[in-house]
């Protein structure tokens, strides 16, 4: 492997304005593992990719994120977990696609900042 190759995603940002209310969200709500905060920027851990919330800087990065999908292993017991969380979903859990033997379902939601996050689960059949 060349040292300038690409290897993995490291961090994702995503926007907020109030930084109390989105780290309560992250962290309570979806029970993302704390990492640190450092001024306007909390930290956490999602996997193997660290997610950081921060209020945009200038105007160009004041809008909203690129959607997060969330892997997780039992899509239906996530969504009625998030619900009794007080999470309100966009939708239901359905079927995206079929590929071969899996089925990739999902479901989509949003964070109190706006942003669109989805739980997303890749089911064989």
């Known amino acids: 492997m060349s040292s300038t190759e690409i290897r993995k995603l490291g961090q994702v940002a ?6 109390p209310r989105a780290v309560a969200f992250y962290r309570d709500t979806l029970c993302l ?5 450092a001024g306007s920027l ?7 990719v660290r997610l950081m919330l921060s209020r945009p800087e200038r105007p ?4 909203p994120g690129s959607t997060l999908y969330f892997q997780v292993d039992d899509i239906d017991a996530a969504h009625r977990a998030l619900r009794e ?4 979903f966009v939708d239901a859990p359905h079927l995206i696609a079929r590929v071969g033997s899996t ?11 706006g942003n669109l996050l989805a739980l997303m689960e890749e089911r064989e059949v």
Not at 14 to 19: A, E, F, P, T, Y
């Open 14 to 19: 995503v926007r907020v304005h109030d930084l």
């Open 33 to 37: 593992p704390f990492l640190f905060e």
């Open 42 to 48: 909390a930290f956490f851990r999602c996997g193997e």
């Open 60 to 63: 160009e990065f004041d809008h």
């Open 85 to 88: 969380r007080g999470v309100e």
């Open 103 to 113: 089925e990739n379902w999902m479901t989509f939601f949003r964070d109190p900042e």
